[in-house]
């Protein structure tokens, strides 16, 4: 799952709390990896009347997507329900701990009472980018880009869109489920960019030797 948040422009909530969610994306899998649904809701702010220029040209989301949404309870409310519809054997992965930090967050800033879907979900979450940094055993955290880009898979439809960016850490997911298998995979891919790195080096050599040769 992803979030897309706006930063609140109350100067005085914004000492405690810095943004409100905008958008929820999700994509749900089977046990097979297979995508067998998808969510996505706008969520209308409380303390912001109206985007910013660059939340608005980052996400593409406009203030007539927000104006008809409803508020942050209500959509996070579905959101559990959905993720609940199958049963509850569920976990939910999102890219670093920030959404959850952040649904929390809000929870408290919105003086929510969780529900037990809500409470089940937030008990059940796992910081995806952690779990990925300890399997390739990363100096520092790992953005979702890059980590798609030496796995070799090409980012899908538009970035800071929450569904997309869902829909491309769940490729991720399933990229990495061997691991054994992901990581001989992934030490294929360094070695071949860097042979396809020195054969430039070698040819760009060659090239300038040729040149220096026609000059003398």
């Given at each position: 799952?992803?979030?897309?948040?706006?930063p609140?422009?109350?100067?005085?909530?914004?000492r405690i709390?810095?943004?409100?969610v905008?958008?929820?994306?999700?994509?749900?899998?089977?046990?097979?990896?297979?995508?067998i649904?998808?969510?996505?809701?706008?969520?209308?702010?409380?303390?912001?009347?109206?985007?910013?220029?660059?939340?608005?040209?980052l996400?593409?989301i406009?203030?007539?997507?927000?104006?008809?949404?409803?508020?942050f309870?209500?959509?996070?409310?579905?959101?559990a329900?959905?993720?609940?519809?199958?049963?509850?054997?569920?976990?939910v992965?999102?890219?670093?701990?920030?959404d959850?930090?952040?649904?929390?967050?809000e929870?408290?800033?919105?003086?929510?009472?969780?529900?037990a879907n809500?409470?089940?979900l937030?008990?059940?979450?796992?910081?995806?980018?952690?779990?990925?940094?300890?399997?390739?055993?990363?100096?520092?955290p790992?953005?979702?880009d890059?980590?798609l880009?030496i796995?070799?898979?090409?980012?899908?439809?538009?970035k800071?869109?929450?569904?997309?960016?869902?829909?491309?850490?769940?490729?991720?997911?399933?990229?990495?489920?061997?691991?054994?298998?992901?990581l001989?995979?992934?030490?294929?891919?360094?070695d071949?960019?860097?042979?396809?790195f020195?054969?430039?080096?070698?040819?760009?050599?060659i090239?300038l030797?040729?040149?220096?040769?026609v000059?003398?």
């Amino acid at each position: 799952m992803d979030l897309e948040m706006q930063p609140i422009q109350d100067k005085e909530i914004r000492r405690i709390y810095r943004s409100e969610v905008i958008e929820i994306g999700a994509v749900m899998l089977d046990d097979g990896g297979k995508e067998i649904s998808c969510f996505r809701q706008y969520v209308r702010p409380s303390y912001s009347n109206r985007l910013s220029n660059t939340i608005r040209d980052l996400t593409g989301i406009t203030d007539g997507k927000l104006s008809g949404a409803r508020k942050f309870q209500e959509v996070i409310e579905e959101f559990a329900s959905w993720c609940l519809k199958y049963g509850t054997d569920v976990e939910v992965y999102a890219w670093s701990d920030s959404d959850l930090i952040q649904i929390t967050s809000e929870i408290s800033l919105k003086q929510i009472i969780p529900s037990a879907n809500i409470s089940y979900l937030l008990e059940h979450w796992v910081d995806f980018q952690h779990e990925y940094d300890e399997l390739i055993r990363a100096e520092e955290p790992q953005g979702l880009d890059h980590a798609l880009s030496i796995s070799g898979i090409s980012f899908s439809g538009r970035k800071h869109d929450a569904l997309y960016d869902a829909r491309n850490t769940a490729n991720l997911y399933m990229a990495t489920r061997d691991k054994e298998e992901y990581l001989q995979s992934l030490s294929q891919i360094r070695d071949e960019t860097e042979a396809t790195f020195s054969n430039l080096c070698i040819a760009d050599m060659i090239n300038l030797d040729a040149l220096k040769q026609v000059i003398a």
